[in-house]
């Protein structure tokens, strides 16, 4: 139990140093360069960022990741520096805030590494990715599930947490099934593709996070310990990505990039109810 907690230390530990080394670096280093427009190979045109770290990114996908930079360094670091200090001192609490908010630097880190176009930080990125992999793991190994019962308040809004995870895990399966089925119907790239390959988030969300939400939704409705426990990792991860993703928007607007109207309205409705229920669903765990 001490070489795994000592083993989940040094873990978390390199995810603050190699996380503050890719988000300083991609903030503050420069290069010559100007915007230039490219002609994809689907017969589309996007606007390049020419210039700084992300030079080779789409403007679009340029401010979605400086956006999450400074989410990373503002609140993403500390927060992950402050649920290993609970996690030290063993308080249940800290290690579901220590799962959830590694899962945020493993979802993070794993859009870095299979999206991003080809940069210095390549084998950072590939690093903290995983690292956030292995120490996520090792963490969720050393919470104890016939405990977690102990630990929860009856006063917990279980089923309106469950009902939000469901409510949530059938927008964002609608929202990109909106956005990728025109785009097979008619042999044409999705929206927001830019230059790249295939769409690396619609993935992620598609086949790990929207099964994850419906699955941990209805355990939480069971009163399954292991509810419990991927609820509280969801909305953790969830309530620093829905700060990354109000701040993508706002970074987007602010260089003039087009953003689907429905996710202009959609996300910051999510960002709001998701971080209002991680409040009350974290005030609901005792130590």
């Known amino acids: 139990m001490i070489m795994n907690k000592r083993l989940i230390t040094a873990l978390t530990l390199l995810i603050v140093i190699l996380s503050l080394t890719a988000v300083l670096t991609a903030l503050l280093y420069k290069t010559d360069g100007q915007p230039f427009t490219l002609q994809t190979v689907r017969g589309g045109s996007v606007e390049i960022q020419g210039t700084g770290l992300y030079r080779y990114d789409s403007k679009s996908m340029t401010a979605q990741a400086i956006a999450q930079d400074w989410v990373t360094l503002i609140i993403g670091v500390p927060l992950l520096i402050v649920s290993l200090v609970l996690f030290q001192k063993g308080l249940f609490r800290g290690r579901l805030l220590l799962a959830g908010t590694i899962g945020y630097f493993l979802y993070t880190y794993t859009t870095y590494a299979f999206l991003s ?171």
């Open 117 to 287: 176009a080809f940069n210095y930080l390549y084998l950072i990125y590939v690093a903290l990715f995983s690292i956030s992999l292995f120490s996520f793991a090792f963490v969720i190994k050393s919470i104890k599930t016939d405990q977690i019962k102990e630990k929860i308040n009856e006063k917990l809004p279980r089923r309106s947490v469950s009902i939000y995870l469901i409510f949530l895990a059938t927008m964002l399966l609608f929202l990109w099934l909106g956005r990728i089925g025109p785009a097979l119907i008619y042999n044409q790239a999705p929206f927001g593709l830019d230059h790249y390959s295939t769409p690396v988030i619609q993935s992620l969300d598609l086949g790990v996070i929207v099964p994850l939400c419906f699955i941990s939704a209805v355990l939480l409705w069971k009163r399954s310990p292991w509810g419990y426990l991927l609820t509280a990792i969801l909305m953790i991860k969830g309530f620093t990505l829905f700060l990354a993703i109000l701040s993508m928007i706002v970074g987007q607007i602010h260089t003039g990039v087009e953003i689907h109207v429905t996710e202009l309205v959609l996300f910051p409705v999510f960002a709001v109810i998701g971080i209002t229920m991680t409040i009350m669903f974290l005030s609901g765990i005792q130590d």
